[in-house]
T-cell receptor
Framework: EPEVTQTPSHQVTQMGQEVILRCVPI?????FYWYRQILGQKVEFLVS????????KSEIFDDQFSVERPDGSNFTLKIRSTKLEDSAMYFC??????????????FGSGTRLTVV | GIQVEQSPPDLILQEGANSTLRCNFS?????LQWFHQNPWGQLINLFY???GTKQNGRLSATTVATERYSLLYISSSQTTDSGVYFC????????????FGTGTRLKVLA
């Protein structure tokens, strides 16, 4: 079964540093997402991406965050200047292109980001 | 926006017991999935079930979209079933994203 791959699985960074979280979505999917889960809380939507641009973003996704699809396979989330409260599990997801047909989302295994 | 509530919030079972987890949503949805978050934090897809009933081994799920709820049944629970169960819905309002529920934390005792 096709998978969404996320790297690294765990990253520790100093407060104020930039981090880039990487994802390889399923190859024939065209919708990509980032979600965040602070420890012990529910999973929250950050941003959706389609046709090389952001289609929707949440209030959490402020100017410190950016997303990019630098090539045909990778999808990245960048946090410019990390804060302690950015510590969380970050999930990437992708879904199929045909919106006329019901579909499921496939989630990656997550990157646990710890800001110290 | 749409509200997604799960019940119960916490559940403790003896191994071998059966349980029903519920997901209520406040508006129409196009898609619904159930996930199990294991102790390592991974989200494991259990069911894609926008409507109807599905079964997979000891697990089954039913979604009654017209009444805005979904149920996840776990039979003959095992310690490996422990973790947090989330439902996630995609609103029918045209926004293409999943909204996650509040989760049910399940602990199965040996």
């Amino acid at each position: 079964e096709p998978e969404v791959t996320q790297t690294p699985s765990h990253q520790v960074t100093q407060m104020g540093q930039e981090v880039i979280l990487r994802c390889v979505p399923i190859s024939n999917h065209l919708y990509f997402y980032w979600y965040r889960q602070i420890l012990g809380q529910k999973v929250e939507f950050l941003v959706s991406f389609y046709n090389n641009e952001i289609s929707e973003k949440s209030e959490i996704f402020d100017d410190q965050f950016s997303v990019e699809r630098p090539d045909g396979s990778n999808f990245t989330l960048k946090i410019r200047s990390t804060k302690l409260e950015d510590s969380a599990m970050y999930f990437c997801a992708s879904s199929e292109q045909d919106r006329a047909i019901p579909y499921g989302y496939t989630f990656g295994s997550g990157t646990r980001l710890t800001v110290v | 926006g749409i509200q997604v509530e799960q019940s119960p919030p916490d559940l403790i079972l003896q191994e071998g017991a059966n349980s029903t987890l519920r997901c209520n949503f406040s508006d129409s949805v196009n898609n619904l999935q159930w996930f199990h978050q294991n102790p390592w934090g991974q989200l494991i897809n259990l069911f894609y079930i926008p409507s109807g009933t599905k079964q997979n081994g000891r697990l089954s799920a039913t979604t009654v979209a017209t009444e805005r709820y979904s149920l996840l049944y776990i039979s003959s629970s095992q310690t490996t079933d422990s973790g947090v169960y989330f439902c996630a819905v995609e609103p029918a309002s045209g926004t293409y994203k999943y909204i996650f529920g509040t989760g049910t934390r399940l602990k199965v005792l040996a």
